[in-house]
């Protein structure tokens, strides 16, 4: 029996790439289930706070965000938006950065953390990027955050007692410090079993190749083991 690939993924709940490479990534992972001897792999979310000073409720829309927190000119900021737009178009997802509302998001990844516990953080990720991105669903609020998570098939009053408790708040800070001692500073960053580091939201085709590529080796090691 070989064992599964092993992926994990540091990314932000409010990061356009992060959700563009996620979409790749389960894009390129469904390409190569399709093969004869497809490769079984495991994908674990990992926390990544972009702006972890961004306050819960933050009055403007993007535009205003990145020109007063990040410096950026205006005109530039919507260049940059519409790339993003189109690129995520491209990955099949329809970003409406005229709904996004900006927050903090350690409570979202508190409640990935939660999820994860509950063997449901895939579907929790998925859900929350797509209520940021796509919705303009305020994931500051404990709330909305408690509605997604029961979206995501979780019990929603366990839910809101992981958020209200804050007892995952740790392994948020474990996951930011191991991103640190990876040398981490941007994402979305895949680490392919442990070994192989892949910065950014690759093509679909990338993760294909990568997947393939180590599933292989799990095979000639299971071989020399043998």
């Not at 990061?15 to 001897?37: H, M, S, V």
């Amino acid at each position: 029996m070989t064992d599964a690939i092993k992926i994990d993924v540091w990314s932000d709940i409010a990061c356009p790439w992060c959700y563009i490479g996620k979409r790749n990534l389960e894009n390129g992972l469904a390409a190569a289930a399709a093969d004869d001897d497809a490769p079984q792999v495991e994908v674990t979310f990992h926390s990544f706070e972009l702006s972890p000073d961004t306050p819960v409720d933050f009055d403007g829309g993007e535009t205003d965000y990145l020109a007063t927190h990040k410096g950026i000119p205006a005109d530039q900021v919507q260049q940059m938006l519409e790339r993003v737009t189109g690129v995520a178009a491209g990955a099949g997802l329809e970003y409406r950065f005229d709904l996004l509302k900006h927050t903090n998001t350690v409570k979202a990844h508190e409640l990935l953390h939660f999820a994860k516990e509950q063997g449901r953080q895939g579907e929790t990720a998925e859900r929350l990027m797509s209520a940021y991105f796509t919705e303009g669903r305020h994931l500051g609020r404990e709330d909305e955050l408690v509605a997604l998570a029961a979206d995501a098939g979780l019990d929603p009053d366990a839910a809101r007692e992981a958020l209200q408790s804050g007892r995952f708040l740790s392994a948020v800070r474990a996951d930011q410090a191991q991103a640190t001692a990876y040398g981490i500073t941007g994402v979305p960053f895949f680490v392919i079993d442990g070994k192989y580091g892949v910065s950014g939201a690759q093509p679909a085709d990338a993760f294909s190749q990568i997947v393939r590529q180590v599933w292989s080796e799990h095979r000639e090691g299971v071989a020399a083991n043998g």
